[in-house]
């Protein structure tokens, strides 16, 4: 064992700038499944921000609500026809709809953005900074924006943090920024402001008070949400979804893995670059049998059975494997740390992430391995000789 350990490690060393190529090929290969992977993590975690930043048991929306940029809105009298449940302690409205953007100093910047309208006489977002700000919103025409947004919405940030008087243009209508929230963005939102109800509808004046997007229901201590949402569906018209938390969560998820061709392309970039990996270690593995067919004939002619020369090319593969593993994994969290600042997007590299994806390099080598050592078991000595 010990010997065919050495004797690999030997034969993979032996050419240098060989052994390099090899290592450089996989490298790349694992690093593109890294990205894609990460990437595709980053989607579904960044498009449930808003889902996890909020307090509640059960979620009450329009049936024709795609996804959290682009609602549709119910009648609110739904979510007050449950107010009155023994099992539901409180009831949160909240107005969710993009508006036209505007800042003097970046006058270039024609975007939209996310408005968020809530009460803010309610407790439901726990997302840092609301809370501490809830009290001054009541004031007319003031919101405070993400300062976690896209870089075409970083003076507005940046303005305010120098103390800076920061007034916007939404939707035409004139409106101070009075603090800073931490939500972040996602492939379907580049910033978002939060403000009052009232606030709301001041900026966008042809919307009925009555209408919202989302109703929050949190539940009184000991409830069980499944049970009180069936109780809720069996006397409320089907005009309005109801839903668990887990439920609306992976409601955004499927939208985003399913129903846009996001999803499948980081799936799929994941995959040709497991199969770029897979074909770099067999050409390798393939040219270095092909080129000591003579050494492999002499080991078999001296008493070394198929698999004892099998194994020598396996543990290759394994070699190979960490090899290019490791720089890989180096320069892949380098290149999540550069794209999160640059997107703000959520890219960490994870410990299971990490592992499943060493996993399958291993099992990508071994693989090309065993495909190019089909060769040594049609060896014959007197033939090579």
Not at 51 to 70: A, E, K, W
Not at 165 to 189: A, P
Not at 213 to 225: H, K, Q, V
Not at 275 to 304: C, P, R
Request: hydrophobic fraction near 45%; charge should be negative.
């Amino acid at each position: 064992m010990a010997r065919s350990v050495h004797y690999a490690w030997l034969q993979l060393t032996h050419e240098r700038l060989k052994l390099l190529a090899a290592v450089c090929g996989i490298t790349f290969a694992v690093i593109l499944v890294f990205l894609q992977l990460g990437m595709r993590s980053a989607l579904f975690d960044s498009a449930v921000r808003l889902h996890r930043g909020m307090d509640y048991d059960l979620v009450m929306l329009s049936p024709r609500t795609i996804n959290m940029v682009r609602t549709q809105s119910f009648p609110r009298n739904r979510l007050y026809q449950v107010a009155g449940l023994d099992e539901v302690e409180s009831v949160s409205p909240v107005y969710v709809f993009p508006a036209r953007f505007f800042y003097d100093r970046t006058p270039e910047t024609h975007r939209m953005i996310l408005v968020l309208g809530i009460d803010p006489s309610d407790d439901n977002f726990q997302l840092r900074g609301v809370s501490e700000h809830l009290s001054r919103l009541k004031n007319p025409d003031s919101v405070i924006i993400d300062r976690y947004s896209r870089a075409e919405f970083a003076p507005v940030v940046e303005d305010f943090l120098q103390g800076l008087d920061v007034r916007l243009q939404l939707n035409e209508r004139t409106t101070k920024v009075i603090g800073l929230y931490e939500l972040g963005t996602s492939f379907g939102m580049d910033a978002s402001v939060l403000t009052t109800d009232l606030n709301f509808l001041r900026i966008f004046p042809g919307r009925r008070p009555g209408n919202i997007e989302l109703g929050l229901i949190r539940l009184a201590p000991g409830s069980d949400p499944s049970a009180v949402q069936r109780q809720i569906k069996g006397f409320l018209p089907n005009d309005v979804l109801l839903l668990t938390r887990d439920e609306f969560v992976q409601r955004e998820v499927d939208y985003w893995n399913s129903s846009t061709p996001i999803g499948y392309i980081f799936t799929l970039g994941a995959v040709i670059g497991t199969i770029v990996g897979l074909i770099i270690v067999y050409q390798i593995l393939f040219s270095d049998v092909q080129s000591h067919l003579a050494e492999y004939a002499t080991l078999k002619a001296m008493g070394y059975t198929g698999g004892f020369l099998r194994g020598l090319v396996i543990r290759e593969s394994f070699y190979l494997s960490v090899l290019g593993f490791i720089p890989a994994l180096g320069l892949s969290i380098l290149l999540y740390d550069q794209a999160e600042q640059a997107t703000q997007l959520p890219l960490e590299m994870t410990l299971e992430r990490g592992a499943v994806v060493f996993v399958v390099t291993v099992l990508m080598c071994a693989f090309s391995g065993m495909l190019a050592i089909r060769k040594l078991d049609k060896i014959d000595p007197a033939e090579v000789f």
